[in-house]
């Protein structure tokens, strides 16, 4: 079946340093890709997506590449804040399958030290 | 976009007994699903629930464990039946919905749950 696999955490950085989070992913179809990030206390928001290959998701100084030939899409930030300090989690969505779910990976708790 | 009220956000409850939780969504929306994140884990999908039908559960789930009520449109409910300490877990309901901000996704805030 589908899945996602995160770099592991916790990733400890200091403030403006650049981050990355690796992201790969095993899809019997094309999927869509998602980043999302839980604040402590909070719920999941979306923070960056693409839907096919070469696309760059980006938001608020985030980016992401779909690379298909890696099946990789990996998380970057080229100078982080401590309000960054967050879990954030790569997922996938097969909609060509017919799947509607999110198929999530293991998250990967950023700590980003003044 | 969209809007998930989740509820309750947090309960400390005793073993062997249940707890429901509910989620409205602010628009009718086809598909809800429930998620399970046990303590420092991603998110584990447990079951998909359309409006009409019996829920999809995943592998490891089971309906007499965590059944599953979709009335109407906007509603849903997950019980967790006959709790133990294993049950202590971050609840998410979710809901595919046509706001283009979120490509669909909406997410409840959780239900911290804590079985004691």
């Known amino acids: 079946g589908d899945s996602v696999t995160q770099m592991e955490g916790p990733v400890t950085l200091s403030e403006e340093a650049c981050l990355t989070i690796?992201?790969?992913?095993?899809?019997?179809?094309?999927?869509?890709l998602f980043w999302y990030v839980q604040y402590p206390g909070e719920g999941l928001q979306l923070l960056l997506k693409a839907t096919k290959a070469d696309d760059k998701g980006s938001n608020k100084g985030f980016e992401a590449t779909y690379r298909k030939e890696t099946t990789s899409f990996h998380l970057e930030k080229g100078s982080v804040q401590v309000s960054d300090s967050a879990v954030y989690f790569c997922a996938l969505s097969d909609l060509g399958q017919g799947a509607q779910k999110l198929v999530f990976g293991q998250g990967t708790r950023l700590t980003i030290n003044p | 976009s969209a809007v998930i009220s989740q509820k309750p956000s947090r309960d400390i409850c005793q073993r062997g007994t249940s707890l429901t939780i509910q989620c409205q969504v602010d628009s009718q929306v086809t598909m809800m699903f429930w998620y399970r994140q046990q303590p420092g884990q991603s998110l584990t999908l447990i079951a998909t629930a359309n409006q009409g039908s019996e829920a999809t559960y995943e592998s490891g789930f089971v309906i007499d464990k965590f059944p599953i009520s979709r009335p109407n449109l906007t509603f849903s409910t997950l019980t967790v039946s006959n709790m133990s300490p294993e049950d202590s877990s971050i609840y998410l309901c979710s809901a595919r919905t046509r706001d283009p901000d979120s490509y669909g996704y909406t997410f409840g805030s959780g239900t911290r749950l804590t079985v004691v």
């Open positions: 690796n992201c790969t992913y095993t899809a019997t179809g094309y999927p869509s």
